[in-house]
């Protein structure tokens, strides 16, 4: 008898298409490095998720040390068995915490950074400004935060944006087969700018994998991140933002700007500097 193909966890599928954390750590370090004149070391990773950017906060150097906020024991735990060993001496650089990052308490750090729109779940002003007043709270005296926000006509539309993903061996040794991502903006409402959105799989072998993660968020605008982080205290707010290349597609060079004309869509970082 032939044993049953196991679909691997979808932890792997989200990694291996959403994230970018190699750039993530590049700019925020670059950033960081442009306004204090010194390196970064201590990151603390809010909406951490797996801890795949706090693992490659880490990875880069010995004295760089991360601590990773999620709300999700399971995927905290998902994190320690199949990232974080994988560090080997490293390892012990990072610190998971389970709790809000509303409330979870940290050693001051240098850079907080909370990707992947994560905290789109804060639909208020009220809420949003509260959470940033608690970052900056967190961070040290010069500390910088970083966040990114995704915009452009189509980022207001119903749509299904499939993506092919190559298939990949992951630290663990688990083996993951091309596969299709596709982001399912399914709901946005004019009135208040609450969107559902949706990331589904297909796996061939393993058909598709329906409402894989699902988003509830306020699609907030730039001007209003940059109005909140200043109405939180942090000195200023800049906006970084990519140019394009030949054929029309980010050429993942950020700059900050004033100045941006609108496209089909685009993904910002704001910086928030204490
Ligand atoms: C969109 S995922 C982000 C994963 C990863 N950090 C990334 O950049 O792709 C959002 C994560 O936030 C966590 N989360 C949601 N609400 C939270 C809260 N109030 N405090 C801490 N974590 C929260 C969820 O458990 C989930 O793992």
């Not at 998720?49 to 998902?78: F, N, Y």
């Not at 900056?136 to 207001?156: C, H, P, Q, S």
């Not at 933002?241 to 496209?263: A, F, V």
């Amino acid at each position: 008898m032939t044993k049953k193909k196991q679909l691997p966890d979808l932890h792997y599928f989200y990694e291996a298409s959403v994230q970018g954390v190699d750039w993530d750590v590049d700019f925020a370090a670059r950033v960081f490095k442009n306004k204090r004149n010194r390196k970064p070391l201590d990151l603390r990773e809010d909406f951490c998720g797996t801890a795949a950017l706090a693992c490659e906060w880490v990875g880069h150097s010995s004295k760089r040390r991360a601590w990773g906020v999620d709300i999700d024991q399971p995927t905290l735990d998902w994190s320690m068995e199949h990232n974080i060993p994988y560090l080997d001496k490293k390892a012990g650089k990072i610190e998971l915490v389970c709790g809000d990052v509303m409330t979870a308490k940290t050693p001051p750090v240098d850079l907080v950074m909370a990707l992947n729109f994560s905290y789109c779940i804060f639909k208020t002003r009220d809420l949003l400004r509260a959470y940033f007043e608690k970052v900056r709270k967190n961070l040290k005296k010069d500390g910088i935060f970083v966040i990114d926000l995704y915009g452009g006509t189509e980022a207001i539309e119903a749509k299904l944006e499939p993506r092919d993903v190559d298939g990949f061996t992951a630290a663990d040794g688990t083996k993951v087969p091309p596969f299709e991502y596709i982001w399912d903006q399914d709901v946005y409402n004019v009135i208040d700018h609450h969107v559902v959105n949706y990331i589904h799989f297909k796996v061939p072998g393993f058909g598709k994998i329906e409402k894989a993660f699902t988003y509830d968020w306020r699609l907030w605008t730039l001007p209003e991140i940059q109005e909140l982080l200043i109405e939180a205290g942090f000195k200023s707010a800049e906006v970084y933002l990519h140019g394009w290349n030949d054929e029309g597609e980010s050429d993942d060079t950020y700059k900050k700007r004033t100045y941006y004309e609108n496209s089909l869509g685009w993904v910002a970082y704001i910086v928030g500097i204490k």
